[in-house]
């Protein structure tokens, strides 16, 4: 079975133009798109929350939602709360001796499952197995965590993310204590050519680290050299690095299709839940229908690199992929996304 994801209007006829990925910008938009809304879900904020699961394929850009939204509607009440940096974070408290008794006597006192809390923690330890952690766990952990963000409203990142854990998410908000607060889906439609592409073109700087990919993000400095080109990286720094691939990156979603497949599932069965709001993303538009759904500038740039007269020159245009039907779409910018969030998210919670 498929889900249709709605299309989300976003054009606004007579727009100015606004540049999606400069932050001051990107508030005018927010607030000529979605100004109204945003004082709604404010208000509602300061006397309520709510609990939010992210659901979307592997390498979606599901947080980049989530941190957007919280960017612009509210910093303070808002956590963007992501279970694969928590797991991170234990693998740092394990290697250090105290705070690693202080988790293991939280576990003793809160953790409740069927693999012993001993074969636990030695997986942990022994990531490389990388063996499945048990939900137990992970609720166990997830609780202690959200205790200490007092209340706010949470976009969960990274839960459920096995099949069984959607059912325990019907009893989520009840476990740690946000038991009167509504609960919602964000299920997330992302084509798996947008995924595909991300990973084939992304490289990164040998020296910072940085991210950048060479057809959706470049740098300012472009390097030509036997008829390919070259993203030199922006931090002074790294004083003009070439930035490279990473291993296995050719490969595009080759490697993930198991795990792409899974979410795919996922996202499935947590629409077919009775009983809980869902929220529904896409972040695609088809492009006989873009002209009358949204703006020019919503839609994801690629760009094009051409070497004339010894120099680099680089255009863009409207980046283009075959959706998961082999329909020919777009792919939007986040904000556009987010608009659709704030708006589909006052009306679920009825303000
Ligand atoms: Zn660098």
Request: glycine share 16%; charged share 40%.
């Given at each position: 079975m498929d889900i249709e994801f709605p299309l989300f209007k976003t054009k606004i006829e007579d727009s100015p133009k606004f540049d999606l990925t400069d932050a001051k910008e990107r508030q005018k938009y927010f607030e000529l798109k979605a100004g109204e809304d945003i004082k709604k879900l404010r208000e509602y904020l300061k006397e309520h929350s709510f609990i939010a699961y992210l659901l979307g394929k592997?390498?979606?850009?599901k947080g980049t939602y989530a941190k957007m939204l919280k960017e612009v509607v509210d910093k303070d009440n808002i956590e963007h709360f992501s279970v694969g940096d928590m797991i991170r974070e234990v693998d740092k408290e394990l290697q250090d001796e105290n705070k690693k008794k202080e988790l293991i006597e939280f576990l003793e006192k809160n953790y409740r499952g069927f693999t012993p809390l001993k074969e636990i923690i030695a997986s942990l330890e022994n990531r490389s197995t990388s063996k499945l952690l048990p939900s137990e766990l992970i609720l166990a952990l997830a609780k202690r965590e959200i205790a200490k963000k007092g209340g706010k409203s949470l976009f969960i990142d990274?839960?459920?993310?096995?099949?069984?854990q959607v059912s325990y998410s019907l009893f989520f908000r009840d476990l740690v204590n946000y038991r009167e607060d509504p609960d919602i889906f964000v299920l997330i439609n992302v084509p798996e050519a947008v995924i595909d592409e991300r990973i084939k073109y992304r490289v990164i700087c040998p020296i910072c680290q940085t991210s950048r990919s060479l057809k959706l993000l470049p740098t300012k400095d472009i390097e030509h050299e036997d008829g390919k080109f070259y993203l030199l990286c922006d931090?002074?720094?790294?004083?003009?690095a070439r930035m490279v691939k990473k291993e296995g990156?050719?490969?595009?979603?080759e490697p993930i299709k198991d795990r792409l497949k899974l979410d795919g599932s996922l996202i499935i069965k947590a629409f077919d839940l009775h009983g809980v709001p869902k929220v529904l993303l896409r972040n695609s538009i088809p492009v006989k229908k873009a002209e009358e759904f949204v703006?020019?500038?919503?839609i994801t740039p690629e760009y094009v690199y051409e070497y004339k007269n010894e120099k680099v020159e680089m255009t863009e245009k409207p980046w283009q992929v075959k959706d998961d039907n082999g329909e020919d779409c777009y792919s939007l910018m986040p904000p556009p996304v987010v608009v659709s969030l704030i708006k589909q998210l006052v009306e679920v919670l009825g303000i």
């Open positions: 592997k390498n979606s850009g990274g839960f459920p993310r096995e099949l069984d931090n002074s720094e790294c004083k003009g990156d050719e490969l595009g979603i703006n020019d500038y919503e």
